[in-house]
Nanobody, 117 residues
Framework: QVQLQESGGGLVQPGGSLRLSCAVS????????MGWYRQRPGKQRELVAA???????NYADSVKGRFTIFRDNAKSTMYLQMNSLKPEDTAVYYC???????????WGLGTQVTVSS
């Protein structure tokens, strides 16, 4: 059973930073493309950033230059470094894993990020 556990959310002022973590257990982390999604109030869930097993990353236009996704395969953990946070970044952030060979997918339960003064 693959499990994803997010951590690192919280309340931060505009312009501040947070680092989210997603720890994966139950399967070989290095076989998965990993992603961060978010769901803002009243909106559909959207992709924020993703990183392949080989380390190639892509970002939503709204976060380019502010967020950085990276992974530590030795720790089976993915991260999202979020800088210059804006109120519109307020959302529940979800970790996602998709197996690169059989496309099986998994979600974490989410972590709340609130950007407010």
């Amino acid at each position: 059973q693959v499990q994803l556990q997010e951590s690192g959310g919280g309340l931060v002022q505009p312009g501040g930073s947070l680092r989210l973590s997603c720890a994966v257990s139950g399967s070989a982390f290095s076989n998965y493309t990993m992603g961060w999604y978010r769901q803002r109030p009243g909106k559909q869930r959207e992709l924020v950033a993703a990183i392949t097993a080989g380390g190639s990353a892509n970002y939503a236009d709204s976060v380019k230059g502010r967020f950085t996704i990276f992974r530590d395969n030795a720790k089976s953990t993915m991260y999202l470094q979020m800088n210059s946070l804006k109120p519109e970044d307020t959302a529940v952030y979800y970790c996602n894993a998709v197996h690169e060979y059989d496309d099986s997918g998994y979600w974490g339960l989410g972590t709340q990020v609130t950007v407010s003064s």
